[in-house]
């Protein structure tokens, strides 16, 4: 076992995928991937949509008004209202 959380690791897998822990908390947690099915299967799974969506929004500039508000809504759920520039 890697010595870290299941949920600790789900918590952080974002971050860890977008490159944006430290150096040993980086490693801990692939220590912890390369040591459990099922977290690793989630990460997985987060880089593939990823770049699902990453392809879609290359080939699509435009994003409809609709999903936006959508999205806004979500984001100000769960962190609070956000400020447009």
Do not use: N, W
């Not at 822990?21 to 912890?32: D, K, M």
């Not at 977290?39 to 990823?50: E, G, I």
Request: with cysteine; proline share 5%.
């Amino acid at each position: 076992m890697s010595g870290i959380d299941c949920d600790e690791v789900l918590r952080e897998v974002e971050a860890y995928l977008d490159h944006e822990l430290p150096e040993g908390r980086s490693e801990f947690i692939a220590l912890h991937l390369r040591t459990c099915s099922p977290c690793a299967k989630r990460a997985d799974f987060q880089q593939r949509l990823r770049a699902i969506v990453a392809s879609k929004c290359a080939m699509d500039q435009a994003v409809p008004e609709t999903l936006a508000v959508r999205i806004r809504m979500v984001i100000e759920e769960e962190h609070g209202p956000t400020t447009t520039a």
